[in-house]
């Protein structure tokens, strides 16, 4: 049977436990970089950045309270802006973007205001700039549509020399975790977040069983075996406590298997837009595939036209020959029958139709004469002259005679004498 005293033992033990345990959770400054080797990879982070593409994890409700800090808001200006930057040469295995993902521990930014919130994504933004170089920075975003609000940065690795070299930023182990460090320092600490572990290999419990799901999303979910304590149970936890720490591992396993289905769609989806592109060709290459088509098929018909235009040339020349052949058969059966020398007579006809084209190919190779203006003959002044050689011209009484011939003759109509007049004439 207990003693007052022993109950007071017992009450001061659980009591100085509860004092000295870890609290629930710390609150980490979180900064992950990702390499995109490709445009179609490019392309479909950004797709999800601007919740172009269906996103499972993303509250639709909220996706109007995400802000873009820096660029424009689609993928496709992105990438423009990207092209603006990048060198002319670049390397097979070229690194073509490092992604950042600004964030912190679940607890600790929803614990924020916004206004807080801002200022940590904003002073991380200029943290980037500055390492990077401002316009390097290519698009910047604050998703507040998901469960915990972070900030989604795309960046174009280019050095001094204005080449794409990732490696001289996050190329080793080192660098990555001095860049954690500095970050922490810097930024972090501002906001009241920490830096992780330095160097840890994170094989506590509940990091174990979160790796195990993210390798194993189908392994079932084990429940930690509550704390019984010491003697007389000194040192054990309560059922509350228990069960807040076995909600703790079901929410991590779930949360990993949630992450690995996520990056399993994330993959699927980056590997179906590179194959499009493959066999559609990205819009730039269809807009100039339409033009190709338009020009292939305007030429096609010019060419149509050509070849019909030439098959009525071909045409014509056919008849002419034939024109011509029947006239030279013609000429020299008509020199035959009317005693002629045949080959005079042929030359005759070849020199007369000679001299026709002569004339019919003189407008088209002096078109000078055409340029002749009838106001130089009537500025000329010699109106006696004119009036002379018109009075003196034999056209004169031709003119006199058609106009006789020209007399309404038939008017009258005289009948013969032995005729009577019309009745009412």
Known sequence: MRTRHDEEGINLAMTIGRLTREPSYRSFAILRCAKIKTMG?????????FRERDTPNADTRRTPENTVLVGGDTSRAILDAWKDRAPEKIRSNAVHGLEYFVGGSPEALNAMSRKQQDAYFTDALDWLKARHGAENVLSAVIHRDESTPHMTVMTIPLDERGKLNARALVGSREQLSAMQTDFAERVGKTHGLERGLQGSPARHERVQRAYAHLTDPDAAVSLPE???????GLGGETEAEWRERASEDVSDAVRSVRAVRLRENRAHAVEVFT??????????????????????SRL???????????????????RLHAIQDGMVAGGRTFARENGLDEKAFMARLQTAAQKALDEFDAPAAKPAVKAKAATRTRTTPQPKAVVEAVEQSPKKKTVVQERVREEPVVE???KPKDDAWDDGH
């Open 41 to 49: 990879n490019m392309g479909a982070s950004l797709q999800h950045t």
């Open 226 to 232: 509550r704390r019984r304590g010491a003697i007389l």
């Open 275 to 296: 194959l499009k592109q493959q066999i559609h060709g990205t819009p730039k290459m269809q807009k100039e595939l339409s033009s190709l088509q338009y020009d292939n």
């Open 300 to 318: 096609h018909r010019e060419l149509k036209a050509t070849e019909t235009r030439a098959e009525l040339i071909a045409k014509e020349n056919r």
């Open 412 to 414: 009258h109509r005289i």
